[in-house]
């Protein structure tokens, strides 16, 4: 599996409306056949920056995802948007998805 993070600095003036402005592209991004998981999350840091989680079943599902017309549509508006370039992670790992954390588990 390919699991990749993003860190997303958005220009104050439109960090308000990020998850709007990048709605249709998670949706159709969600629809990819390879596509295990793509989330969103705000930092508590800094009110201008969101996380994406992502990942994908292999570099075949992630290379179909990057040559799609709604990431290119995503890559060209994209820079207008952001204060800084993305950081990102992007690593191949094993498994298929999330997994359940050992350490902790609801009290009974």
Known sequence: MIFIAVKFTIRPERSA???????????ATREE??????????S??????????????????????VNS???KT?????????AETPQ????????TGW???AEVQPRR
């Open 17 to 27: 409306r990020w998850l709007e402005d990048v709605a249709e592209f998670t949706r």
């Open 33 to 42: 056949p390879g596509n295990v998981f793509y989330e969103w999350s705000k």
């Open 99 to 101: 997994s359940a954390m």
């Open 44 to 65: 508590v840091d800094d009110e201008h920056q969101y996380v994406l989680l992502e990942a994908f079943e292999s570099a075949e599902a992630g290379a179909v995802h």
């Open 74 to 82: 995503a890559i060209a508006w994209m820079p207008d948007a952001v």
């Open 88 to 95: 990102i992670i992007n690593v191949e790992v094993p498994g």
């Open 69 to 71: 017309e709604h990431f």
